[in-house]
């Protein structure tokens, strides 16, 4: 089975169930597709064992190698991580970044593009929507929502993707966070 079509089904899972209610943690909603997406695929494996891996590698942060000097040399931008992570990621994380907060969607009880993870970030920045620019790497979570939510948006787009149909043009495409440099 080509990777490419067990990576579809599962995104397109995962997506879904991110955007449904009630909220569920990632590791809820894990727990509940990868056994889909092995049924699938006619996989008789327990899911178990995959969800644990799952975790192992996503809680596992690794910043872009630019992260920090970008965020040093924007020391007089106001600046927040707003992450479609849960308190099992955030506890992981052995990073310490420069910025006012982190937001993460088991906070807020909702997953981007859900605009109210958006607004929850303005409201703790205590801002408007015109006065923020959302930085992401996701075309369809933060671009989509993004906008959705007012912001303008730079989508850091490392590989030269393009947006899904549905996905409203960004502000700003950069293809490393280095090119926020220039920006503000």
């Known amino acids: 089975m080509p990777i490419d079509d067990v990576w579809r089904v599962w ?3 995962y997506s879904e169930a991110t955007q449904l209610p009630p909220f569920r943690t990632l590791r809820e909603i894990q727990r509940q597709i990868l056994p889909r997406v092995l049924r699938q695929f006619d996989v008789g494996a327990d899911a178990a064992p995959y969800v644990d891996l799952f975790f192992r590698v996503t809680t596992t942060v690794e910043l872009y190698p630019e992260t920090l000097k970008v965020l040093n040399a ?14 099992e990621h955030l506890a992981a994380w052995n990073v310490t970044l420069p910025v006012e907060f982190i937001l993460i969607s088991e906070a807020v009880r909702a997953y981007k593009p859900n605009r109210l993870v958006f607004q929850k970030a303005l409201e703790r920045l205590g ?19 993004a906008k959705a939510a ?9 590989d030269g993707r393009s947006r899904h149909s549905d996905v409203p043009e960004p502000d700003f495409e950069i293809p490393d966070l280095t090119g926020l440099l220039t920006l503000l």
């Open 150 to 158: 007012g912001l303008r948006v730079a989508w850091v787009n490392r």
């Open 11 to 13: 995104i397109d899972l």
């Open 127 to 145: 801002l408007q929507p015109h006065d923020v620019l959302h930085v992401g790497d996701s075309d369809v979570d933060d671009v989509k929502g």
């Open 74 to 87: 924007l020391g007089h931008v106001r600046s927040a991580i707003v992450s479609n992570a849960d308190h």
